[in-house]
Structures are given as C-alpha cells and as structure tokens.
C-alpha cells in the first residue's frame, strides 16, 4: 500500500525539528555576519533573500508573526531585524 500524501505524527514532528534546526541555523548565520548582510544599518539585497528563507520557515511553523513580519520587512532596520530574530531564536533556544 502507498503512502502517498499521508504523514504520520512522528514524520511531522521530525520534519518540524528539521525546519526548527534550519530556522535556528540561519537566524545565527544572519546574526553572526550583519556587517554581510546590512549597509547604513538597512537589510541590503542579500540580507532580504537570506531573511526571505527566514521568513517562509517562521510562517510555516509560527503563523501568528504574519502582521510582525509585515512591518520588518517592509522597515527592513537593523533594529527591528535583529528584535524578531532574537525573539525567534529565543522562543526556540537557537543558543
């Protein structure tokens, strides 16, 4: 018999560590090399592709950030950046 679409509840949780791990991962990546990633203190092209990856895994497993994310990527400061990322990395203890 065939799988197909159906997850079982420990695939889902293992796909869930698995995004979580990646999350955390790139939020440290970002973090760690700002000075890569931000010019006069504004997400720069790279910064906005690297926190579009973000993003996508943020909604996917922390849908109630829709409006916070809206307002970081539209303002794309350091400051409101770096305040989501950590809240993020926190919540999930990425260190």
Same mark, same amino acid.
């Given at each position: 018999m065939s799988r197909g679409l159906v997850t079982t509840g420990l695939e889902n949780n293992r796909s869930q560590a698995s995004l979580l791990k990646t999350l955390c991962r790139l939020i440290s990546f970002?973090?760690?090399r700002e000075f890569d990633f931000f010019s006069d203190d504004y997400l720069n092209s790279e910064g906005r592709k690297l926190l579009e990856k =973000?993003?996508?895994i943020m909604l996917e497993t922390n849908?109630?950030?829709?409006?916070r994310i809206t307002t970081v990527r539209r303002k794309g400061s350091r400051e409101e950046v770096v305040a989501l990322l950590?809240? =993020?990395g926190e919540k999930y203890q990425c260190w």
């Amino acid at each position: 018999m065939s799988r197909g679409l159906v997850t079982t509840g420990l695939e889902n949780n293992r796909s869930q560590a698995s995004l979580l791990k990646t999350l955390c991962r790139l939020i440290s990546f970002l973090l760690e090399r700002e000075f890569d990633f931000f010019s006069d203190d504004y997400l720069n092209s790279e910064g906005r592709k690297l926190l579009e990856k =973000i993003i996508e895994i943020m909604l996917e497993t922390n849908p109630e950030y829709g409006r916070r994310i809206t307002t970081v990527r539209r303002k794309g400061s350091r400051e409101e950046v770096v305040a989501l990322l950590a809240e =993020i990395g926190e919540k999930y203890q990425c260190w």
